[in-house]
């Protein structure tokens, strides 16, 4: 297996990842934007070095996670980032997560931010208990989100002071 910093030439292998993931209908509430979209964050993630990490097995992306700073989605501030993660159905239970969380976390001190923030479905205790061992807290409830295929599910907020990782 291969840990990396994603680069544009990923967009393929990453763009099926998170369109498999979706495909559950369990972890993740919206497919991918199209590819060209996607194509524009990974230039600018590429650019700035962006904390965004990928796990390759046999040429093929299995697992991703990012640390997106606070301007890209939607905040007044680059100090704060957000975490986003998604692992293939087939390599999960690996410790593929653990180790790629380990590297976000290094590198999003590196990158400047000082507080992440995530949000984890209330039912995948899996992830819940992985961020929980990286010093993650609960710090309140959103709202329900509804599925495509009709499922309900209310998401945790989670965050970490890096100043104290």
Same mark, same amino acid.
């Given at each position: =297996?291969? !840990?990396?910093? !994603?680069?544009?030439?990923? @967009?393929?292998?990453?763009? /099926?990842?998170? $369109? *498999?993931?979706?495909?559950?209908?369990?972890? @993740?509430?919206?497919?991918?934007?199209?590819?060209?979209? !996607? +194509?524009?964050?990974?230039?600018?993630?590429?650019?700035?070095?962006?904390?965004?990490?990928?796990?390759?097995?046999? &040429?093929?992306?299995?697992?991703?996670?990012?640390?997106?700073?606070?301007? =890209?989605?939607?905040?007044?501030?680059? /100090?704060?980032?957000?975490?986003?993660?998604?692992?293939?159905?087939?390599?999960?239970? $690996?410790?593929?997560?653990?180790?790629?969380? +380990?590297?976000?976390? =290094?590198?999003?001190?590196?990158? *400047?931010?000082?507080?992440?923030?995530?949000?984890?479905?209330? %039912?995948?205790?899996?992830? $819940? &208990?992985?961020? +929980?061992?990286?010093?993650?807290?609960?710090?309140?409830?959103?709202?329900?989100?509804?599925?495509?295929?009709?499922? &309900?599910?209310?998401?945790?907020? =989670? %965050?970490? %002071?890096?100043?104290?990782?």
């Amino acid at each position: =297996m291969e !840990i990396r910093r !994603i680069c544009p030439d990923d @967009l393929d292998g990453f763009w /099926e990842l998170w $369109q *498999g993931v979706y495909d559950e209908g369990v972890y @993740l509430r919206s497919p991918p934007p199209p590819k060209d979209k !996607i +194509e524009v964050v990974l230039n600018r993630i590429t650019k700035q070095q962006i904390p965004q990490f990928i796990a390759i097995v046999d &040429k093929k992306v299995v697992a991703s996670i990012e640390a997106f700073p606070g301007t =890209m989605c939607g905040m007044d501030t680059d /100090e704060i980032g957000f975490v986003g993660a998604q692992v293939h159905a087939d390599f999960r239970g $690996q410790g593929i997560a653990k180790r790629l969380l +380990e590297i976000v976390l =290094m590198d999003s001190q590196r990158f *400047g931010l000082k507080e992440l923030r995530l949000d984890v479905y209330k %039912s995948n205790v899996v992830a $819940q &208990k992985l961020y +929980e061992k990286f010093g993650f807290k609960y710090t309140g409830l959103n709202n329900e989100v509804i599925f495509e295929s009709g499922r &309900k599910e209310t998401s945790l907020n =989670m %965050s970490l %002071s890096l100043a104290q990782a």
